[in-house]
């Protein structure tokens, strides 16, 4: 805990900042959770088809929204939870700057969002437990996790280069 202590100033509103959208992150996913499936399925049929239409519209193709829906989802599970994962990255590096000291911390907390995410979904009429969606949610965790190291290693080397 002394470590913390010795933090300056801007590392802690860099880490409350970051905190602040972790958990607005979490929020905006549980309250996807807890959508019933016909809610859930209204929003994926949404983005599906402005997905198509502009595959269509930019490569002239006739793609129907029913052809994006799965990786649309899937897309949308992956960024959720890179978004979250970089977050804390952010929250993380703030207070202790070395990536192996805190990407536990950031891999456990994406891990255990995503079940906490799926055990949701088992109390939303019309949802389920999926755990192809964990490994895709933990994916994207990595991902934003590794998207962070990359910013902070081009800022860094901007910075003192």
């Not at 891999?107 to 799926?118: G, H, K, N, W």
């Not at 965790?141 to 080397?157: A, E, M, N």
């Given at each position: ?51 198509a ?53 950031v ?12 055990t ?14 964990i490994?895709?949610?933990?994916s ?22």
């Open positions: 805990m002394k470590k913390i202590k010795n933090v300056s100033k801007a590392k802690k509103i860099g880490f409350f900042v970051f905190l602040v959208l972790s958990i607005l992150t979490v929020i905006f996913i549980f309250s996807n959770s807890m959508k019933n499936g016909e809610a859930s399925s209204a929003d994926s049929e949404w983005l599906s088809e402005l997905v239409n502009i595959i269509n519209s930019i490569f002239k193709t006739s793609l129907a929204p029913v052809d994006t829906a799965a990786p649309v989802r899937t897309f949308a599970h992956f960024s959720e939870f890179a978004l979250l994962a970089f977050c804390l990255s952010g929250a993380f590096y703030n207070l202790f700057e070395k990536a192996k000291k805190y990407f536990p911390w891999f456990i907390t994406t891990v255990t969002v995503a079940l906490i995410d799926e949701i979904q088992l109390f939303s009429e019309g949802r389920a437990f999926q755990l192809f969606d490994f895709i949610d933990s994207g965790g990595i991902f934003g996790f590794l998207f962070f190291l990359l910013i902070i290693s081009i800022f860094t080397k901007n910075k003192n280069g």
